[in-house]
């Protein structure tokens, strides 16, 4: 199998990579600098490195990384600076969304393509009925307001769930949402619901980037968990806060 993960020298991106690797896959990743990506891994021979930013590549590069993909992944997120909020590319995360989208329908894979996007558990699957309280209803018109980067997570996710859809010949998809995401070292217990559990805004819990990782590299390899979660915005918690 081989799978191609944008954002892979993000803190989950790196994750994701080794757990692929881990399972034996070739994977294909893109990083603005291979420096972000531990040192370990930079001659790895299952793993092919292109230093680029995603939204710099012209449309032949895109397709000729997915061609031969079963997998594609985005960990893509904005840096936690000024610049990196309020600065560009404001859309990353759905503009590259767009483009891997559309490489892959370019490629006119046998078989449909898996994308999998993380996301945020603050973002609605408007699919189904998820009620928040007024009050968080008020935040997140705040955070829609204020904060580009919510605005950008929830655009991604919604041109999955529109213009992708549930039919799609060539993509299939789903979008992972954790809860806060905290650092550990393993792989520890969680588990995915479909919809939250918690509110997102008022009694957040906590699921740590490497359990993130490990469930966006079963959700690409494992046939039964992707056939479980496929067109759907899984929520992740660890597994001592979800009950």
């Known amino acids: 199998m081989t799978v191609l993960v944008a954002g892979a020298s993000g803190a989950t991106g790196r994750h994701l990579v080794q757990q692929l690797l881990d399972r034996g896959h070739d994977v294909r990743v893109i990083v603005r600098s291979k420096a972000g990506l531990p040192a370990a891994l930079h001659d790895h021979p299952r793993l092919a490195i292109t230093e680029a930013g995603v939204l710099d590549l012209n ?31 404001r859309w990353l995360v759905t503009d590259a969304t767009r483009r891997l989208c559309a490489a892959i329908r370019a490629d006119k894979p046998a078989t449909p393509v898996r994308f999998v996007l993380m996301n945020s558990s603050g973002n609605s699957n408007r699919d189904l009925h998820e009620p928040i309280s007024l009050a968080q209803k008020c935040v997140i018109g705040l955070l829609r307001l204020l904060l580009p980067p919510h605005v950008d997570n929830e655009q991604a996710a919604d041109f999955l769930r529109t213009t992708v859809g549930q039919t799609d010949a060539l993509i299939q ?18 588990k995915a619901f479909p919809s939250p559990i918690r509110s997102a805004i008022f009694n957040a819990g906590t699921v740590s980037r490497i359990n993130v990782a490990h469930f966006m590299a079963e959700l690409m390899t494992n046939d039964t968990l992707w056939n479980r979660w496929k067109g759907q915005m899984p929520v992740l918690y660890g597994e001592e806060l979800s009950g």
Request: glycine share 10%; charged share 15%.
């Open 59 to 89: 449309e032949a590069e895109l397709s000729r990384l997915v061609h031969g993909c079963t997998a594609v992944a985005s960990c893509l997120g904005h840096t936690l600076s000024f610049k990196g909020i309020y600065g560009q590319p």
């Open 173 to 190: 998809w789903a979008a992972v949402r954790p809860d806060s995401l905290i650092t550990e070292d393993h792989v520890t217990g969680y």
